[in-house]
């Protein structure tokens, strides 16, 4: 669908999941944020020329792989292998936007699960090591590591609509309105940018 481009309205949606998008390809924070100014400067200069854009993320997610390819090419360092940049650009800007909400998602889970899960696939702590500190059993442990995967995708799926392609991956993602917690947790993370 062809779309209006009004480079405002486009930045103000997608600022935070483009700079999580280049700050996640470049060892430099303050790197990511130059490159991002870049990324709006590219698409203000083809938005006042009164262009309109296919497809907004997708276009928007191509000019940011681009300028990180110049960025490594310019500086003449090891670049990313560009098709993986290419490859990863739709279902990386859809994951990587939905990841950034998974802390906020194991907070509103019971802390008898949001605690070994948040420690195991966050803090890469052992299985092991995670039933020693809290005191439970191996079994236990794996056990709530487990049941707090499904209610932390039950939850997902409460507040976010999602739409995956043909493999199974994840193409889009956005907040339902009723969900509360994710809406407030989007707009702090929006005051950031």
């Not at 009004?6 to 949606?13: A, D, G, H, R, S």
């Not at 997608?14 to 700050?23: A, G, N």
């Not at 279902?91 to 802390?103: F, T």
């Amino acid at each position: 669908m062809v779309q209006d481009c009004n480079i405002f309205e486009i930045w103000e949606e997608y600022k935070s999941s483009l700079y999580r998008f280049i700050l996640n390809r470049l060892p430099y924070e303050q790197d990511a944020k130059d490159l991002l100014q870049e990324v709006l400067l590219k698409s203000y200069q083809y938005c006042s020329k009164g262009k309109t854009v296919l497809y907004l993320k997708a276009w928007l997610y191509k000019i940011a792989s681009n300028t990180i390819i110049d960025y490594y090419k310019k500086a003449g360092k090891h670049q990313p292998l560009i098709d993986d940049l290419v490859e990863e650009e739709n279902s990386e800007s859809a994951i990587g936007e939905a990841s950034v909400y998974i802390k906020a998602l194991l907070q509103l889970l019971p802390q008898e699960y949001a605690i070994p899960l948040a420690m195991y696939d966050l803090g890469d702590m052992s299985q092991k090591d995670i039933a020693e500190k809290l005191n439970l059993s191996l079994v236990n442990t794996k056990s709530r590591i487990q049941r707090g995967r499904v209610k932390l995708k039950e939850r997902f799926l409460e507040c976010c609509a999602v739409a995956f392609d043909e493999n199974g991956e994840m193409i889009s993602f956005d907040i339902k309105p009723q969900c509360k917690e994710l809406q407030a947790e989007k707009m702090r993370l929006e005051k950031l940018f």
